[in-house]
T-cell receptor, first 116, second 114 residues
Framework: EADIYQTPRYLVIGTGKKITLECSQT?????MYWYQQDPGMELHLIHY???????EKGDLSSESTVSRIRTEHFPLTLESARPSHTSQYLC???????????????FGSGTRLTVV | KNQVEQSPQSLIILEGKNCTLQ??????????LRWYKQDTGRGPVSLTI?????NTKSNGRYTATLDADTKQSSLHITASQLSDSASYIC?????????????FGRGTQLTVWP
């Protein structure tokens, strides 16, 4: 079944640790995104990719980095986690739907990161 | 400034009742407006998407309306169920960019009580 998977679902980690949040999709979508969401707040785009070897920073400044070596895989890395990085991180992918003349988006279930 | 404002911020209703959530936006140029349902600890799931020429769209017990002239949308939920408890997010997309930039509202937190 086509879907988008994020691991881990929950992560509690100490300050200064390096972490990688995994995101994989089985739909063959070229465009992928990382959003950050705090409780009761809107989603903010932190990274996006148009395809393999393409990565761009989003609207919200983030100390994280991403890579896109394979179409299906879009991991996010924090070299040195800090308490200010505590948040929910959502991965998404999109495809153009010709009869709708719009992009359809699919979101993962998210990773809830807590840095202590 | 492109913005999406939702009201109310939170809402509590009894099971079986109807409710209407509001969304006002200032995004321009306008491409489409989407309503998403986000369960606690999960990612958003699409309910409806409407373009400029569409003023109503239904998905089961969910009916969305769009007034592109006043830049307002509403999501009406009929005969609410306990499983409707979630955050409902209004998302507006602009035109003119390959990315199809999305602007998110903060959501309305709906709680359905038995």
């Amino acid at each position: 079944e086509a879907d988008i998977y994020q691991t881990p679902r929950y992560l509690v980690i100490g300050t200064g640790k390096k972490i990688t949040l995994e995101c994989s999709q089985t739909m063959g979508h070229d465009k992928m995104y990382w959003y950050q969401q705090d409780p009761g707040m809107e989603l903010h785009l932190i990274h996006y990719s148009y395809g393999v070897n393409s990565t761009e920073k989003g609207d919200l400044s983030s100390e994280s980095t991403v890579s896109r070596i394979r179409t299906e895989h879009f991991p996010l890395t924090l070299e040195s986690a800090r308490p200010s990085h505590t948040s929910q991180y959502l991965c998404a992918s999109s495809e153009f739907i010709p009869d709708r003349k719009n992009y359809g988006y699919t979101f993962g279930s998210g990773t809830r990161l807590t840095v202590v | 400034k492109n913005q999406v404002e939702q009201s109310p911020q939170s809402l509590i209703i009894l099971e079986g009742k109807n409710c209407t959530l509001q969304c006002n936006y200032t995004v321009s140029p306008f491409s489409n407006l989407r309503w998403y349902k986000q369960d606690t600890g999960r990612g958003p799931v699409s309910l409806t998407i409407m373009t400029f020429s569409e003023n109503t769209k239904s998905n089961g017990r969910y009916t969305a309306t769009l007034d592109a002239d006043t830049k307002q949308s509403s999501l009406h939920i009929t005969a609410s169920q306990l499983s409707d408890s979630a955050s409902y997010i209004c998302v507006v997309s602009d035109r003119g960019s390959t990315l199809g930039r999305l602007y998110f509202g903060r959501g309305t937190q709906l709680t359905v009580w038995p």
